[in-house]
């Protein structure tokens, strides 16, 4: 009798015990799962990122001359190459390792998940570190595309691996640090989500000191100092490049949510995308008002600036803050791009006015318009301006902005002038006449059209000043 007593009791308990077991394996699955789906698609926003190096290729080259297009296609891969070593090998360390409130001072070398203890800013999100590594690798490669456009047709192919390698190493990682790697920045509360200002206005500085540093391009400049226009070669490769940049920009601000779970990327993604419209349309009405004509190139560079704008604030605004936020950032950038260039800035795709002033209206916009709600989801810094948050989260802005301008113009100047010093950092006059392809590379990129349009030289320069008429200077 006992012995029945006890196998019932056995069979009740093995009864009972076998739902419990199963839910929790069931549990067990559903959160393997999540942390499955949440990992593909920060891979998919790396990898959108990446492809961006796609996109600046292409606009760059088509903003360029014919006998230059082929070396600026070219150095885009160079670049992502060298930053790719450089922020393995120290750049990851010096940003998202662990260390003190300027720097980081562990995981050089980055080895692999196995090094995750030397990665605590990165180390909380149920993500391989080895994938957040890819993630922020592909930020800081299109911060480096950003500070190498305004070199174009006249800095030395070695400039490029010389500064990628410095400025993945000591540029990008510090500001980095500042604001995601558990940095002075991010302890006071500066909202940037996806990097106006680390990504962006980090880039669109070092183009500026660079671009300031070698001069503008031969032709560019009359004796008096008027601008003439140096007209890219392909307008429809330039359009080409804003599109997939366009697409890019879902990996970049979207992905920065790093995850699916609760769906908030997808209201990233709808900040993200109102605001490029508004400034695209916003840049091509301006252009059309100023100039007589609906201007192309204006309306790509107000799409750019308005994605850059959102860039930092697109988890923190209303969508009617975002367009508003859009549009401002594409007239800013089409007035900026005027006045640069009439102060004697030769930057042939415009990169501070479309992410360096963009960057910095965009930094300050979660000063303006960051929702309590949104702010408090997010866990960092306050509300804005205009919904009573007083002027403490405008003014953590507008330090981060001060801050960024000061060091990235300083390191970058100090590099620049050692290399100009050493190894030079232009190509002679001959070598900027007869172009980059052929004196860097010794082929061109259009080579039967090169041989059909014989040796380059320049067309005498105009510049008629009324009407919005522009002259070229095309070799």
């Given at each position: ?141 299109v911060s480096l595309a950003i500070a190498g456009g305004g070199l174009a047709e006249r800095a030395k192919l070695s400039v490029y691996i010389v500064f990628g390698a410095l400025f993945t190493i000591v540029i990008y990682p510090v500001i980095a640090h500042w604001v995601w790697g558990g940095g002075w920045l991010g302890e006071l509360g500066m909202q940037d989500f996806a990097g106006s200002t680390v990504v962006h206005l980090t880039g669109a ?168 709600s949104l702010s408090v989801d997010a866990g960092l810094g306050q509300a804005g301006l205009f919904y009573g948050g007083g002027l403490h989260q405008l003014g953590v802005q507008a330090l981060g902005v001060i801050g960024t301008l000061a060091f990235v113009a300083v390191v970058t100047f100090i590099i620049f002038y050692v290399m100009k010093v050493t190894m030079g950092i232009r190509v002679t006059e001959e070598e900027e006449m007869m172009g ?40």
């Amino acid at each position: 009798m006992k012995k029945k007593w006890c196998a019932a009791v056995g069979a009740l308990t093995a009864v009972s015990a076998f739902p419990v077991s199963t839910y929790a394996a069931e549990a067990a699955s559903t959160e393997t799962l999540t942390n499955g789906i949440n990992m593909a698609f920060v891979f998919i926003a790396a990898v959108l990122v990446i492809l961006m190096q796609a996109g600046f290729a292409l606009l760059e080259a088509g903003s360029v001359r014919m006998k230059n297009a082929g070396h600026v296609a070219g150095k885009t891969i160079l670049s992502f190459g060298v930053a790719s070593i450089a922020f393995w090998a120290l750049g990851f360390g010096f940003g998202f390792g662990n260390g003190n409130g300027f720097f980081g001072y562990e995981g050089f070398f980055f080895g692999g998940d196995e090094a995750a203890a030397s990665f605590n800013s990165v180390n909380g999100f149920g993500l391989p570190v080895s994938l957040m590594f890819l993630f922020h690798l592909a930020f800081a490669g299109v911060s480096l595309a950003i500070a190498g456009g305004g070199l174009a047709e006249r800095a030395k192919l070695s400039v490029y691996i010389v500064f990628g390698a410095l400025f993945t190493i000591v540029i990008y990682p510090v500001i980095a640090h500042w604001v995601w790697g558990g940095g002075w920045l991010g302890e006071l509360g500066m909202q940037d989500f996806a990097g106006s200002t680390v990504v962006h206005l980090t880039g669109a500085t070092a183009a500026l000191v660079a671009t300031i540093m070698l001069k503008p391009r031969l032709g560019k400049y009359n004796k008096d100092g008027k601008p003439n226009s140096i007209l890219g070669h392909n307008q429809v490769l330039s359009v080409l490049g804003v599109i997939i940049l366009w697409v890019g920009w879902f990996g970049f601000n979207p992905g920065s949510a790093l995850t699916v779970e609760d769906g908030f990327f997808a209201y990233v993604a709808l900040t993200t995308n109102i605001a490029a419209a508004a400034g695209g349309v916003a840049a091509l009405l301006i252009s059309w008002m100023v100039f007589g004509k609906a201007d192309i190139p204006s309306m790509l560079n107000g799409v750019l600036a308005a994605l850059v704008a959102i860039t930092g604030s697109c988890a923190f605004v209303a969508p009617w803050a975002a367009v508003v936020i859009g549009l401002v950032a594409g007239v800013l950038t089409f007035f900026t791009a005027q006045w640069f260039e009439r102060a004697g800035v030769d930057d042939p795709v415009f990169a501070f006015s479309v992410h360096g002033v963009a960057g910095i209206w965009g930094a300050l916009c979660t000063g303006f318009f960051a929702l309590p709600s949104l702010s408090v989801d997010a866990g960092l810094g306050q509300a804005g301006l205009f919904y009573g948050g007083g002027l403490h989260q405008l003014g953590v802005q507008a330090l981060g902005v001060i801050g960024t301008l000061a060091f990235v113009a300083v390191v970058t100047f100090i590099i620049f002038y050692v290399m100009k010093v050493t190894m030079g950092i232009r190509v002679t006059e001959e070598e900027e006449m007869m172009g980059l392809d052929i004196s860097e590379h010794g082929s061109y990129g259009y080579p039967e059209q090169m041989k059909m349009a014989g040796d380059t030289t320049f067309h005498g320069p105009t510049n008629p000043e009324s009407g919005g008429k522009r002259t070229s200077v095309n070799a």
